[in-house]
């Protein structure tokens, strides 16, 4: 296998454990079940189901909406009770699913994850990917940004944050120019996706060329890989927020940097050449 192939099998393989392990319970329905036992996975008592005896479940979650005759042992998951158990209820251990894996349904949620975070970050990666194909040359000098001053374009996307909401409140108070606040938010929003598509294309090419360091990788392709690599990142309990803060932060401010006048970009008239990263300059499309 070479490595262009194995650039876009690790990500997206990587990629692909991690939703079948946040929507594994999701596919597979609770089990319903009409008699005591022990069982694996999350379980059922449906409405007007009298089950006699105890109930124990390991690793799923037990949902009464009917009658148990017995006790209700559950561990690595949770008792849903809307029916009635005669007696005693326990459940061990059931958030560790949610503490490691927050994006992971809970027990009431049967086919989708109950905060939807996993299916909000695939969906802003198809929005910047969208505006990557819209706005490339843009996309690129962001790009341009982050390698030359990432610590400028931190401290621009704080100043930019910052003064979201000043100047909201200075379009209300000239009356005049209300209207403007909803392009505001709309610039706001494709620039904060335009800098996460800049941001991505240099996480990706930095991972391609760990694999092959002599060649560029074309744009698409290192979006694509960078993508699914911060998305990944993103995933991480804890880490994940931080690193969702970061892209936020770090792409509005090397979005707002392009528009900075007399900057040195590749490829414009009166600015030196400058190589890529292990490689020639990346071309546009």
Not at 39 to 66: C, F, H, K, M, R
Not at 156 to 177: D, M, Q, R
Not at 210 to 238: C, R, Y
Request: charged letters at 10%; one cysteine or more.
């Amino acid at each position: 296998m070479n490595a262009r192939a194995l650039a876009w099998l690790m990500p997206i393989l990587a990629f692909a454990i991690a939703i079948a392990a946040s929507t594994h319970a999701a596919i597979a329905a609770p089990t319903s079940v009409d008699h005591g036992g022990t069982y694996i996975g999350s379980v059922v008592v449906e409405p007007g189901q009298v089950v006699d005896g105890d109930l124990n479940v390991a690793l799923g979650d037990a949902t009464i909406d009917g009658t148990v005759n017995g006790d209700v042992n559950v561990f690595g998951g949770n008792i849903i009770n809307h029916g009635s158990v005669s007696g005693r209820t326990h459940a061990v251990l059931g958030t560790v699913v949610q503490d490691f894996v927050p994006w992971a349904p809970s027990g009431e949620s049967y086919g989708y994850p109950s905060d939807h975070r996993l299916w909000w970050r695939i969906t802003s990666d198809v929005i910047a990917l969208v505006l990557f194909l819209i706005f490339p040359l843009r996309a690129r000098m962001a790009l341009d940004r982050l390698e030359q001053h990432p610590a400028m374009a931190t401290l621009a996307g704080l100043c930019g944050w910052v003064a979201v909401i000043p100047i909201a409140i200075l379009l209300v108070f000239t009356l005049v120019l209300i209207p403007l606040i909803p392009i505001e938010l709309v610039l706001l929003f494709v620039a904060v996706f335009v800098g996460k598509a800049a941001l991505a294309l240099l996480v990706g090419r930095r991972f391609y060329e760990l694999l092959q360091p002599k060649a560029t990788p074309a744009p698409l392709l290192a979006l694509v890989i960078g993508l699914v690599l911060l998305t990944a990142a993103e995933l991480v309990p804890v880490l994940g927020i931080m690193v969702t803060l970061l892209i936020i932060l770090v792409g509005l401010g090397a979005v707002l940097l392009t528009f900075v006048p007399d900057w040195n970009v590749p490829g414009t008239a009166g600015s030196p050449p400058r190589s890529a990263i292990g490689g020639p300059p990346m071309p546009l499309g």
